[in-house]
């Protein structure tokens, strides 16, 4: 359960950025709770005896590039 909630929260960080509708300059922030509570989750999934440890290890993967796509979009707004 753990560790889809964690893939579920990775996806999300990943295309909320990207989906067209009009956030007024919060889009670039959207990924970041995402992947904080995706990290989260996946390593309680990981850690705990449970039977989707690989989705789990995926779902902090994903995560991790959605946090990465977060950080390259708040790079982005303060340099340009």
Request: hydrophobic share 60%.
């Amino acid at each position: 359960m753990l560790g889809v909630l964690s893939l579920l929260m990775g996806l999300m960080g990943l295309v909320i950025p990207f989906l067209p509708f009009d956030m007024d300059g919060y889009r670039r922030l959207t990924s970041f709770p995402l992947a904080v509570i995706g990290i989260a989750l996946g390593i309680v999934g990981v850690i705990g005896p449970r039977a989707a440890k690989p989705l789990a290890a995926i779902g902090i993967g994903f995560s991790g590039l959605a946090f990465a796509l977060g950080s390259y979009f708040l790079l982005l707004y303060f340099v340009l």
